[in-house]
């Protein structure tokens, strides 16, 4: 009898121990980002055309989780970073300073990189209040189609460029400032911390979540022996 109980034991415990583990590791889970679905991010650092070089990086947070299929790819508070790309320094005649910068690819905690493009105010918060969680891929088609556009018109400006040319000098010398700012500087661009830039993702992106692994927890009702405030997760 001992014999047959000892033979039972051994053809149990290895599906025990088989679930056991599958309940510790459990499977990761595959998500899918839309192409089009809305960052709310926000500056994390000032940011100025006097003192901006090209190259340097700047950092935004994540305003609001970026989540697909039920799971969270990316809490709020997720650090994104974008590259200065152009500098122009205020000058004289009340020009102004610009800066011109990108987003970089969104790296996730797995080293996932998620491509990612900024976006006008417009197309995120199109009611004016609420940032809606995804724009059509035909918006940031027609965004990204700006230029085909002008290009579109490019000879019709030829043929008329005796009659405009005049007509944008005089309006680039009135932009400028010239004859009425007397030489006076133009100021900086500046840009502060806390100020909301939006972004979309780019394209369509598969994702493996590791789902995270069952913990133990104690809380003060559970706990006997020993006196706890507050609940210990392990």
Same mark, same amino acid.
């Given at each position: ?12 415990? %290895?599906?025990? *121990?088989?679930?056991? !583990? @599958? ?11 839309? /192409? ?83 976006? %006008?105010?417009? *197309?995120?918060?199109? !009611? @004016? ?11 940031? /088609? ?93």
């Amino acid at each position: 009898m001992k014999k047959f109980v000892a033979f039972c034991l051994l053809l149990i415990m %290895p599906a025990m *121990l088989s679930a056991q !583990g @599958g309940a510790d590791n459990p499977e990761p889970k595959i998500v899918r980002l839309e /192409r089009g679905q809305v960052l709310d991010l926000s500056l994390v650092a000032p940011l100025d055309s006097g003192h901006s070089q090209v190259g340097d990086d700047i950092t935004f947070k994540l305003e609001r989780d970026l989540n697909a299929n039920g799971s969270t790819v990316l809490p709020k508070g997720w650090v994104i970073h974008g590259r200065v790309t152009k500098v122009v320094r205020a000058g004289k005649n009340c020009k102004s300073g610009r800066v011109r910068w990108k987003l970089e690819a969104v790296k996730t905690a797995s080293g996932r990189k998620i491509k990612v493009q900024s976006i %006008p105010v417009y *197309l995120a918060k199109p !009611g @004016g209040s609420e940032v809606i969680g995804r724009v059509s891929p035909d918006a940031l /088609r027609r965004g990204g189609n700006k230029v085909a556009e002008y290009l579109e018109i490019a000879p019709a400006l030829v043929i008329f460029s005796p009659i405009l040319v005049p007509y944008f000098i005089l309006m680039l010398v009135a932009m400028s400032g010239e004859g009425n700012c007397d030489g006076t500087r133009g100021q900086e661009e500046t840009v502060v911390p806390g100020t909301h830039f939006y972004a979309a993702v780019s394209k369509d992106t598969r994702l493996v979540q590791a789902l995270a692994t069952p913990r133990r927890c104690d809380t003060p009702e559970t706990v006997t022996g020993l006196t706890i405030s507050q609940t210990h997760c392990y």
